[in-house]
């Protein structure tokens, strides 16, 4: 059976574990044909196996310099998934860790996503495409804590709409999706998790959050976040742009 992406090529960022680990898989077992996979750590990135042409690029997405050196030459879809997090109130956020969330979380969102639309704006006709901004609930309801995680994902869903608007003209369609709680890697930067999780372990420190923070009581997994991203990304979705699917199992209501 043909996949929903046979014979396309696709970006993405933060591929070496959690969502965009995930998500290449699928897009692999979906016939992409070409996918070229960055984030910064390089044991990870290498150890990634699809039966699919890749290109591993190790690096950070916040140094522009790194854009220069991919080749995103016929690019059908794009998805802006590397991100970092952490937690601390305003009144005690050291500035330097503001700066490091928001430089890979908004400022490496906005290199990859500039990359992603040059590429597939450039040519004699425009080949269009598809990217998806990976966001989170915390840009949508404010909770103590996460003012510099929250505050980055708050811009990239604006960042999703002004991209949506220029990017029409080219047929190049972007969308967001918001999150709320993904079993990944990332939670283990949060301090509370952390301790929560050498205390009983992971999976019941997952559960114990997420019956308190949900009301379907329970987080996403990487596999169900990916499986929406590749909705956003393909044909089904072809009048939606400039859109935010929140997956949140009610965390926001």
Known sequence: MTGRFEGRSALVTGAASGIGLALAHLLAEEGAARLILVDRDAAALEAVACDVDMIRVVGDVSDEALWDRIDLTGLDHAVVNAGVAGAATIADHDFAEW???????????????????????????????????????????AEPGVAAYGCSKAALLHLAKVAAKEGAADRIRVNAIAPAGVE???????????????????????????????????YARADEVAAQIAFLLGDESALMTGATLLADGGYTL
Do not use: C, H, Q
Request: charged residues 20%.
């Open 99 to 141: 700066r490091r969330i928001l430089s890979v979380n908004l400022d490496g969102a906005f290199l990859t996503l500039r990359a992603a639309m040059r590429a597939m704006a450039a040519g004699p006709e425009t080949r269009g495409g598809s990217i998806v901004l990976t966001a989170s609930a915390a840009g949508i309801k």
């Open 184 to 218: 990944t890697p990332v939670w283990d930067a949060v301090p509370m998790f952390a301790a929560r999780a050498v205390e009983i372990g992971r999976d019941a420190a997952f559960a114990e959050l997420a019956a308190m923070a949900t009301p379907l009581g329970r």
